[in-house]
């Protein structure tokens, strides 16, 4: 298995839409887990930090299922402004703090 | 809000050549990273430091490279000579600790394009 592993996308889904994003990692010992977000040929931007079974901010909520050791993001009421590639990234903190991207799944929300 | 600032956003070069890319951190922070990101490829971890030393590197981070915090404020990546597939975006990132709930800030990246 892939350290991190993201399905790539494109996800094409209209305004309003809910739309949902899978990550897998390998390392069982990872305690959290973050999503960052990232604009085209931009730096990633933090989105959500996960370190239990799940986080909500507004629209946007992260799950984490350890024994499955699968992480997802759910998006709700999909913006124009959403459309943007969804990082899962993996801290490694007894590897100087390290993060491991996933590829990244790419989102457009359309009018 | 405090940023993470980084020179030059673009930088072309010819194969074989020396490049210095330079990052300023956030002034509080302790831990500095750089990543890499080739054109439609995932970001990819070189390199953290922390106590003006190496704590960690990737198998990317071969003799070629090397880091450098010269002052108080500012932290650089050198790469020695240049390869055609040098050329990425390298993003330098700084956090206040390496663990925990610790968040990692990244710059706007400095385009490298070797020629």
């Known amino acids: 298995r892939k350290e991190v592993e993201q399905d790539p996308g494109p996800f094409n889904v209209p305004e309003g839409a809910t739309v949902a994003f899978n990550c897998t990692y390998s390392?069982?010992?990872?305690?959290?887990f973050f999503w960052y977000r990232q604009d085209c040929r931009k730096e990633p931007k933090l989105l959500m930090s996960?370190?239990?079974s799940g986080n909500e901010d507004g629209r946007f909520t992260a799950q984490l299922n350890r024994a499955s050791q699968y992480i997802s993001l759910l998006i709700r009421d999909s913006k124009l402004s959403d459309s943007a590639t969804y990082l899962c990234?993996?801290?490694?903190?007894?590897?100087?703090?390290?993060?491991?991207f996933g590829q990244g799944t790419e989102l457009s929300v359309k009018p | 809000e405090p940023e993470v600032t980084q020179t030059p956003s673009h930088q072309v070069t010819q194969m074989g050549q020396e490049v210095i890319l330079r990052c300023v951190p956030i002034?509080?922070?302790?831990?500095f990273y750089w990543y890499r990101q080739i054109l439609g490829q995932k970001v990819e971890f070189l390199v953290s430091?922390?106590?003006?030393?190496?704590?960690?590197k990737s198998e990317i981070f071969d003799d070629q490279f090397s880091v450098e915090r010269p002052d108080g404020s500012n932290f650089t990546l050198k790469i020695r000579s240049t390869k055609l597939e040098d050329s990425a975006m390298y993003f330098c990132?700084?956090?206040?600790?390496?663990?925990?709930?610790?968040?990692?800030?990244f710059g706007p990246g400095t385009r490298l394009t070797v020629t």
């Open positions: 990132a700084s956090s206040e600790t390496s663990g925990g709930t610790y968040e990692q800030y």
């Open positions: 390392n069982s010992a990872s305690q959290s």
């Open positions: 996960v370190y239990s």
């Open positions: 990234v993996v801290p490694f903190y007894n590897q100087g703090g390290k993060l491991i």
């Open positions: 002034s509080n922070h302790l831990y």
């Open positions: 430091f922390y106590n003006n030393e190496i704590s960690e």
